[in-house]
């Protein structure tokens, strides 16, 4: 069975521009949720989401937005690059985001800003 | 708060018993994990335990959780050279207001083994 994939594995941007991130999850699992972890901040949250919907979302700036589709498969978008953005962009999935689920990781996405 | 603490680094030798140890703040968590990353690459699921049980065994692996102290450890038996990694623990809360969870990490500890 696959596991979570992320396209790219890295990407550099400068400030200013956009990025797309995107994240297949493992095949059946509805949730998927997104993590930034930087040397600073450690591990934090993003946002989550479950048959389209973002269910919850972490303490970022609107520059920060996600989709889901239908296959499960999401994207996460930051406008507005900053250098600050620079980071690990991970995404997790689990079959339904249930607390006894666990969740799943890829390699992430790894975002240098210029 | 959601404060989760765990020691920077540790250090043991080959074959030798590795204990991690985590604290928390905020005990609401009804699921603590352990993850496991190596440079480069995302986060390995090494286990889990539910809030309720004191100790699960897995293999090399035992977690240990005493809820009265806030304080999750992971000892890995017969340490080797490739379990050199970052090790995380992480809350598993139910977030009420949108259904769904999240994952508190720790700020993760350096374990370092040598020959």
């Known amino acids: 069975k696959a596991g979570v994939t992320q396209t790219p594995r890295y990407l550099i941007k400068t400030r200013g521009q956009q990025v797309t991130l995107s994240c297949s999850p493992i095949?059946?699992?509805?949730?998927v949720s997104w993590y930034q972890q930087t040397p600073g901040q450690g591990l934090q949250f993003l946002f989550e989401?479950?048959?389209?919907?973002?269910?919850n979302k972490g303490n970022f700036p609107g520059r920060f937005s996600g989709r889901q589709f239908s296959n499960s498969r999401s994207e996460m978008n930051v406008s507005t690059l900053e250098l600050g953005d620079s980071a690990l962009y991970l995404c997790?999935?689990?079959?339904?985001?249930?607390?006894?689920?666990?969740?799943?990781f890829g390699d992430g996405t790894r975002l240098s800003i210029l | 708060g959601e404060d989760v603490e765990q020691s920077l680094f540790l250090s043991v030798r080959e074959g030798d018993s590795s204990v991690i140890n985590c604290t928390y703040t905020?005990?609401?968590?009804?699921?603590l994990y352990w993850y496991k990353q190596e440079p480069g690459a995302g986060l390995q699921l090494l286990t889990y335990?539910?809030?309720?049980?004191d100790m699960k065994q897995d293999q090399r692996l035992t977690v240990l959780l005493n809820k009265k102290d806030k304080h999750l450890s992971l000892r890995i038996a017969d340490t080797q050279t490739g379990d050199s990694a970052i090790y995380f623990c992480?809350?598993?809360?139910?977030?009420?207001?949108?259904?769904?969870?999240?994952?508190?990490f720790g700020t993760g500890t350096q374990l370092k083994v040598e020959l």
């Open positions: 997790a999935s689990s079959l339904f985001g249930s607390e006894s689920q666990p969740q799943h």
């Open positions: 095949s059946g699992h509805r949730s």
């Open positions: 989401y479950f048959s389209e919907t973002q269910r």
């Open positions: 905020d005990s609401s968590s009804t699921y």
């Open positions: 335990i539910f809030s309720n049980m």
């Open positions: 992480a809350g598993l809360k139910s977030i009420l207001t949108g259904g769904g969870n999240k994952l508190t």
